[in-house]
Structure formats: C-alpha cells, structure tokens
C-alpha cells in the first residue's frame, strides 16, 4: 500500500470526522448552557417540565448504510465513506480535488468504491439538495447530480438550493442523458418522499 493511499485514506477519514466533530461540539455546546442555566423556581400547579437533555454516551450514532449511493464496485476490498454536505465549501473542495485522483486510481480501477452518507447539517438548503439527489439516485443519476450541485454551489442557505432551482438542475441533466425523465425527478422533489431518509442519515 503506498503513501499516497495511505494519504487519501487520511484525508478521508479526517474529512469525515471533522465534521462529527463540528456536530459534537454543537451538542457539547447546548449541553453546557442547559447544564449552567438556574433551574426555574416550581410554579404551584404547572405541568412537568421537558425530559433532560441525554448525555453524549447515550447517543446512538449507529449509521444504517442500506441504500448509500456507491461509487465504484461494491466487491472491492477498500470502502470509502464519503460524509457530505452540498453547502460545506470544504466538501466542495475535496470533491473537486482529493476526489478525483482516488476515483482514477483506485476506484476506476475497481480496488476501492465510495459510498455518500448525506450529513445534511447546515441548513434546510441542505436538506432540499441532498434529498434532490436522492431522487435523481432512483435514475441511477446519483453522482452526475452530486458532481453538478457542488458545481452550483454558493452561499449557505442563500437560496441557491430551492425547489425550483434543484429542479432546474434536473432540466441540466436532461441535456446531458436523454433518458432522465425530468417530470418523474420534479414529482419526487415536490413530494418531500427522501426527506426521512436524509433524516436518519444525518441524525
């Protein structure tokens, strides 16, 4: 094994848990503040208050990779897990960079694959895209979309992942493959069918 996927290896699994990490610390941070702040006196009469916020160890962080999107052979020895959000300019960047060489050497080559878990955490912009992705999965499109949002990608939660535009997306890759059926893609968009899935893959 050379340094070279030995680094590949590296980068993709910082990648990923930098992002954890980011999550985590999101967590950690609410945990705090709910932790420091004075317990309100108890008012005669009133309802039971919220349950307590779980403690980190209790989290379950099980990932279910049923379905993924998969890059490459599944029989490979080497997976790659791709954690992604299509607004994190950092995953924009080793798409457009880290990627390709691993996708030339290794993954063209059938001696590795890449499976994406959607981390949709940044915004309701991010949900809307990683679900439109999904739905251009289900015509074997997954990665052509996937290539093409991160190429539109701009500002977080600025606007540039509505509806519409995803949909017009779709219409960029009918120009590109004939056989993408553009009104089957906006119907599952407008349906909101993929949001739970990009639910549990982001929890």
């Known amino acids: 094994m050379n340094n070279r996927f030995l680094t590949a290896v590296l980068v993709i699994v910082l990648a990923g848990f930098a992002l954890v990490i980011y999550r985590q610390e999101q967590l950690i941070s609410t945990l705090a503040e709910r932790q420091a702040a004075p317990s309100p006196a108890p008012v005669q009469g009133a309802q039971p ?3 307590p916020v779980p403690a980190l160890s209790n989290v379950d962080f099980t990932l279910d990779m049923t379905g993924v999107p998969v890059r490459g ?3 490979s020895g080497v997976v790659f897990l791709e954690f992604s959000d ?3 300019p950092f995953c924009k960047q080793w798409s457009a960079t880290t990627e390709k060489p691993l996708l030339d050497e ?3 080559q059938g001696k590795a ?3 994406f878990v959607s981390f949709a955490f940044i915004g309701a912009e991010s949900k809307n895209a990683a679900a439109a992705a999904e739905c251009a999965a289900d015509q074997n499109r997954f990665w052509e979309y996937h290539d093409l949002l991160f190429a539109r990608q701009g500002q977080e939660n600025s606007g540039v992942f509505t509806s519409a535009s995803l949909k017009k997306f779709g219409g960029e890759l009918k120009g590109k493959y004939a056989d ?4 089957k893609f906006e119907k599952c968009v407008d349906s909101g069918e993929k949001n739970a899935g990009i639910d549990a893959q982001t929890k």
Do not use: E, L, M, R
């Open 49 to 51: 208050g919220p349950k």
């Open 73 to 75: 052979a599944k029989a």
């Open 86 to 88: 299509f607004q994190c």
């Open 106 to 108: 290794f993954v063209n």
């Open 113 to 115: 694959s890449i499976q």
């Open 180 to 183: 993408f059926d553009t009104t």
